[in-house]
């Protein structure tokens, strides 16, 4: 700690919540008491200044993330239907031209659920056609 800004304050605190807090600075890893309150300092005032109305930086903060959230919202929506309708047409092609029953397509499910999780969705389609995902 940089000891030229630091001042010594002493506090009355209650006991119980003292032990809790030692308890945290335990469980956590805090390297001691005071680091742990100087955090837990500056995490009550952050909150307090983010959740009252009268500071313009949370308005701005807030009204940033909203649009922020809202245009990538839009983003992965169209992103996501235009996949929906290319999977449609897909399977659309593979039902009128393959006569596969419910457990073949069952199995197929199942192999397809294993195979996204572990290549956590990267996938990929020349990689099926050439045979690399079969087991």
């Known amino acids: 700690m940089d000891s030229e800004n630091m001042k010594r304050v002493g506090l009355y605190l209650d006991k119980d919540l003292v032990n809790r807090a030692d308890d945290m600075v335990k469980q956590f890893h805090f390297k001691s008491r005071n680091e742990f309150f100087a955090k837990a300092v500056e995490y009550y005032i952050a909150d307090y200044l983010l959740s009252s109305n009268e500071s313009a930086v949370s308005d701005k903060l807030g009204q940033a993330i909203a649009k922020y959230s809202e245009d990538n919202a839009k983003a992965i929506s169209k992103g996501l239907f235009r996949y929906a309708v290319q999977l449609e047409m897909m399977c659309r092609?593979?039902?009128?031209?393959?006569?596969?029953?419910?457990?073949?397509?069952?199995?197929?499910?199942?192999?397809?659920?294993?195979?996204?999780?572990?290549?956590?969705?990267?996938?990929?389609?020349?990689?099926?056609?050439?045979?690399?995902?079969?087991?």
Do not use: P, Q, S, W
Request: glycine share 6%; with cysteine.
């Open 93 to 135: 092609v593979l039902a009128a031209t393959n006569d596969i029953d419910k457990d073949c397509l069952e199995g197929m499910r199942h192999e397809a659920i294993n195979n996204v999780r572990r290549t956590r969705g990267k996938v990929r389609f020349e990689e099926i056609l050439d045979g690399y995902y079969d087991d």
